[in-house]
């Protein structure tokens, strides 16, 4: 009962606001559950860049399953999804652009 008035919380914000703010506040809060598996599975590596790429690449409703998993913590499914998302080309593309870079300056 309790994880349902958790998850119908941020429901109610996002309906209160227009389109441009629920994506915004939603892909904000996806990155708060994108953070914490970068984290773990890669270590070292640049989490903004990172984050970013994953939340450009993934889907509406991937963005939307990992908002709602930010609310609750990072859970099994959000490993798969985060990995998911890093797997396709697109994303492997905005690592290599975004993230290399940033890893490299930091040598």
């Known amino acids: 009962m309790n994880r349902r008035i958790l998850l119908a919380v941020p429901l109610l914000i ?5 389109p441009a703010m629920q994506d915004d ?11 914490p598996v970068l ?11 990172a984050t970013d790429c994953v ?8 963005i939307l399953s ?3 998993d930010a609310v609750t913590g990072p859970t099994a499914n959000t490993v798969e999804i985060v990995s998911d ?6 994303t492997l ?5 975004e993230g290399l870079p940033v890893l490299i300056d930091r040598l």
């Open 66 to 68: 990992l908002a709602a």
């Open 14 to 18: 996002l309906a209160a606001c227009t």
């Open 39 to 49: 984290e773990d599975r890669f270590p070292g590596v640049p989490l903004e860049p």
């Open 85 to 90: 998302i890093l797997s396709r080309p697109a």
């Open 93 to 97: 593309t905005c690592l290599a652009t």
């Open 25 to 35: 506040l939603a892909r904000d809060a996806a990155k708060t559950a994108v953070r």
């Open 55 to 62: 939340i450009e690449n993934a889907t509406a409703n991937e």
